[in-house]
């Protein structure tokens, strides 16, 4: 405990440099410009950014990093409240309530609302990434090759099942395009070349940064150029900074949307914008008759929690990352990309060769989440302007930053040529409704797979056994087979047969 | 897209998958077995893209079993004029025109020095989506003007930015 408070102190000290603070500042408004610009989302800022990035030293890298993904999971919320379009898709549910307010010419406190949520739902966050990360570290450090197989699976399997709410199908199949993706290139056991139909480019393999940028990045401005023009609301931005007892009157929703944030942040793969839905469906169910009827017209309970929920799950998201190396959101994938690409290896044996850098991302985060606040508080008139940018200026100069972004990490024009392949794609995809966060997921993932499951048939001599007879294995078998059979409309079918005698019974 | 469309959709793409979950099964059964290198069976490379490809297939089955059932493989043949219509729409010609400009402008890279594809791709996409065609030049070259400035001024800033700060060797 005192070590832990004296390492987060260290870290905490060590980022008191100018240096580090104005590039906390100018990443975290990059971040809220970026966020806030319908069509870019926090995953592109943060991928882009990566590539930017990847010649400063790791701490300084990791820093922006974090910054960039707090700021533009927040800056959604703007256009969100001014016009009613998020500006990520997790600030969806901010729109229910935020716009209304707007409407009604509160988009000042709106916006006041939506920043302390964002404030408090990280610092919730934060307090969990703080005590919950040597935790699950020392935990993790007893997992072995048969619970990565399992914990790859699972992931792709709950996070296609959030993310493809209506139809899971599309969602798992997108998580299993992905783990094939993965496998393209030398394997990392006899270094055979898989899938690369003898051309020198992939027998590399398809780079993570490339494939995302263009399934985050080029498929959102084909998306976005689509359609002709968006109608800029002039809302009047009075007082922003909101009243301590508007706060406290719903400090149950605070503590409720965090912790849920939180947790949803933490399972693999599955982000903000479930952790925002979830936590506004929670915040309606528990709220009192007459604030419940004001849901979806301009609730300020409502707007408090989506925007606590989404911030919360940032922290919550980093968690798998720094302990299990298994990214727990759709920018949390970009970020344990980029620690990979600085030398930082996360994952169990964190907390053993490098425990100071755990306490070191709480401190960004910490940072950012001021930085953040601030900013939030600060800079809303003259923001307000960047969203009224047309689309069709906007959009070459972010399509250029994807094509550098995709080149600069290793200098192939093939990585390029990956992007507008993936863009594409993952436009088609799109539009037929199967969700990319669990194809991104899949890739990741890809590799902990095949190397985990080879590994542990060589430990049993191929005796599929332990996979179902270790607890926590066997926690993740049957977890993994009530969302598929949940889903399942003969399950269904049965269960309700099932009900039905039994509530006849009862009549 | 319609429930009916929708469902044809689905059945043309798990016909698809299908085919291609079945390939990297056969392609993973092809891979060496590790046996060969004296090493255990179980660490062959063909195992887990193996699995992946079983899965697909299955995942993709149970979807055209599902678009079957929901009248996905009845109608397949699209309706006298429906493929003109589609490119008539205006989204779908913005849709082509942003992957063309965008593709074009890709393909050009490595060919000529970077700031000259750059400079003429951010110029033709303003210009492309913001000049009216159909009406007279001289009200509109206030226009081509500021697609002109934002083209160089983004050109420029990218070179240098990238080139200079970044180091990074640009195509």
């Known amino acids: 405990m005192f070590q832990g408070l004296t390492l987060f102190g260290q870290a905490l ?95 000042g406190k ?27 570290g020392s935990v993790a450090l007893s997992f072995q090759s048969f619970e990565f197989v399992w914990f790859s699976i699972f992931g792709i399997i709950i996070c296609g099942n959030l993310t493809a709410p209506k139809d899971p199908l599309k969602g798992w199949i997108a998580g299993f395009i992905g783990l094939f993706v993965a496998m393209i290139g030398m394997e990392g056991i006899h270094a055979y070349v898989r899938f690369s139909f003898g051309s020198t480019d992939l027998s590399g393999g398809i780079s993570l940064i490339p494939a995302m940028v263009g399934t985050f990045g080029f498929a959102e401005i ?45 399972i693999p793969g599955v982000g903000e914008d479930i952790a925002a839905w979830v936590s506004y469906d929670l915040a309606k169910r528990s709220a009192k008759p007459e604030e419940r009827e ?25 968690i798998p990352v720094l302990t299990l190396a298994i990214p727990g959101s759709a920018p949390a994938a970009v970020l344990l990309g980029a620690m990979l690409i600085h030398g930082v290896r996360p994952g169990p044996l964190i907390m053993l060769e490098s425990p100071l850098f755990v306490y070191q991302v709480i401190a960004m985060v910490l940072i950012a989440t001021i930085a953040m606040f601030v900013l939030g508080l600060t800079m809303v008139r003259p923001l307000v302007k960047v969203l009224q940018v047309p689309r069709q200026k906007l959009m070459p100069v972010v399509f250029l930053l994807c094509v550098v972004g995709s080149y600069a990490l290793q200098s192939r024009l093939f990585d390029v040529g990956v992007m507008i392949v993936f863009g594409i794609i993952g436009f088609v995809l799109r539009e ?26 060589i430990l049993s001599n191929g005796d599929i056994g332990p996979f179902f007879t270790r607890p926590i294995c066997l926690g993740l078998f049957l977890l993994t087979m009530l969302i598929v059979l949940g889903r399942a409309k003969w399950v269904k079918g049965l269960m309700a047969k099932i009900r039905k005698p039994k509530a006849d019974a009862k009549a | 897209m319609t429930d009916k469309s929708m469902a044809k959709a689905d059945f043309i793409t798990s016909l698809t998958l299908l085919a291609f979950g079945i390939a990297i099964v056969v392609l993973s059964i092809q891979m060496p077995m590790a046996t060969d290198a004296n090493q255990s069976k179980f660490s062959a490379p063909g195992i887990v893209p193996g699995f992946i ?93 500021m697609a002109f400035a934002i083209a160089l001024v983004s050109t420029a800033l990218v070179t240098l930015v990238f080139q200079g700060l970044f180091l990074v060797n640009l195509p």
């Open chain 1, 222 to 266: 084909i998306s976005v150029m689509r359609y002709s023009k968006v109608e800029v609301v002039n809302s009047e931005i009075g007082r922003i900074v909101p009243r301590p007892s508007e706060l406290l009157k719903y400090w149950k929703t605070i503590i409720r949307s965090g912790v849920v944030g939180t947790f949803i942040g933490a």
């Open chain 1, 110 to 136: 709106a916006i006041g609302i939506a920043t302390t949520g964002s404030f408090l739902g990280s610092v919730i966050g934060m307090l969990f990434l703080a005590v919950f990360t040597p935790l699950i």
């Open chain 2, 53 to 145: 490809g079983a899965m697909l297939s299955l995942l993709s089955f149970a979807m055209l079993l599902r678009s079957i059932r929901h009248g996905g493989a009845s109608g397949l043949a699209p309706k006298p004029g429906a493929v003109k219509r589609l490119f008539a729409q205006e989204t779908t010609a913005r849709i082509l025109k942003t992957t063309g400009l965008c593709v074009a402008y890709v393909l050009l890279l490595g060919k000529l020095w970077f700031p000259i594809p750059t400079f003429f791709f951010a110029f033709a996409f303003i210009v492309l989506f913001e000049y009216d065609f159909k009406s007279a030049f001289k009200p509109q070259i206030r226009k081509v003007a």
């Open chain 1, 13 to 107: 000290f060590s980022f008191m440099t100018w240096q580090t603070l104005i590039n906390a500042i100018w990443a975290t408004e990059l971040g809220i410009i970026i966020g806030m610009l319908p069509g870019l989302t926090a995953t592109m800022g943060v991928a882009l950014l990566t590539t930017l990035t990847y010649t400063l030293a790791p701490n300084d890298a990791i820093m922006i990093l974090i910054c960039m993904y707090i700021g533009a999971i927040y800056g959604g919320s703007r256009s969100a409240i001014l016009l009613n379009i998020p500006g990520t898709p997790a600030n969806a549910a901010t729109t229910l309530d935020g716009f209304p307010l707007a409407k009604a010419g509160k988009a």
């Open chain 1, 294 to 318: 004001l849901f979806g017209h301009g609730s300020v309970e409502g707007l408090l929690a989506s925007e606590t929920g989404n911030n919360a799950c940032v922290p919550g998201a980093i």
């Open chain 1, 432 to 457: 037929m409704e199967y969700p990319m966060a669990p194809l991104v997921l899949g890739i990741i993932l890809g590799d902990i797979l095949d190397k985990n499951l080879r590994r542990a048939l």
